[in-house]
């Protein structure tokens, strides 16, 4: 007869969370992740496991309605951003349930292991779980975003697990936490950006960079059904991700 805390195991693990006991590191980031969320929204492990498995139709179905409450003006995008809590769910599913992204995110850790960097920016990084893995892994890391729900839960989340990672509000604080960085990560926040703000972020960011600063970055552009917050790119956006590539401080 089977112990019943093997048969339990057994029927947690076609669950999100799984059995603590025999979890990997997927397993074990997913529900810490799940713990976090439920400590910072103050709703039950149930209620955050149902909506993290909507993945980013909350967030698409939020953004479609903002739309219809009044022109999209660079402001009323940026408040948006600020506002909305449905990014800590889509990221998390995303970056955590795709077994794809997850091994991807593990090779950036060992991609910057193998660089032997020690500062890095994540800019625009969100809920901060690229920022969180190299900062875990002995990397001086800085997580910047706007001052967000999504960035006030990755605050929330670094102190919880005492994470060493320095934040920066980058729509408040002029300044960065260091004034150069080895790299700069800009992870899918690109194509978020309207014209001017995108000539501000790629300004400032050239200038924390030194000549052997590599920027990676990675920008889908171009609005779809499921992901309608993407602007499209045209030859402007395209020189502003060039001049962010190439240029260092004059």
């Known amino acids: 007869m089977l112990h019943r805390g093997i048969i339990l195991c057994w029927l947690v693990a076609a669950t999100v969370l799984g059995c603590k006991g025999s979890e990997g590191p997927a397993r074990r980031a997913q529900r810490e992740y ?8 103050n709703t039950t492990e149930q209620e955050v496991r149902t909506k993290m498995g909507q993945g980013a139709v909350p967030l698409k ?24 809590k449905n990014y800590i769910y889509e990221l998390g599913h995303w970056h955590l349930w795709s077994s794809g992204k997850f091994k991807s995110d593990l090779a950036l850790v060992d991609d910057m292991r193998k660089k032997k960097v020690k500062t890095i920016l994540d800019f625009g990084g969100g809920v901060g779980i690229n920022a969180f893995d190299l900062a875990r892994a002995g990397f001086d890391v800085t997580l910047a975003d706007l001052d967000s729900e999504t960035l006030r839960f990755a605050a929330s ?7 060493p990672l320095k934040i920066w509000r980058s729509d408040l604080e002029a300044k960065a936490p260091v004034p150069k960085y080895d790299i700069i990560l800009a992870l899918d926040v690109l194509e978020h950006l309207p014209k001017d703000e995108l000539d501000s972020v790629v300004d400032r960011l050239i200038q924390l960079k030194h000549p052997g600063t590599e920027v990676v970055i990675s920008a889908p552009f171009g609005r ?19 001049r962010l590539q190439t240029e260092l401080p004059k």
Do not use: C, N, S
Request: aromatic letters at 8%; proline letters at 5%; zero cysteines.
């Open 157 to 163: 989340r670094a102190e919880r697990r005492k994470v």
């Open 61 to 84: 179905d939020e953004w479609l309605a903002w739309e219809q409450q009044g022109p999209m003006t660079p402001e009323r995008i940026k408040t948006f951003y600020k506002q909305t």
């Open 34 to 41: 799940v713990e976090d969320v439920v400590a910072f929204t």
């Open 224 to 242: 779809t059904a499921m992901h309608p917050m993407h602007l499209d790119a045209d030859e402007h956006t395209k020189q502003q991700v060039q």
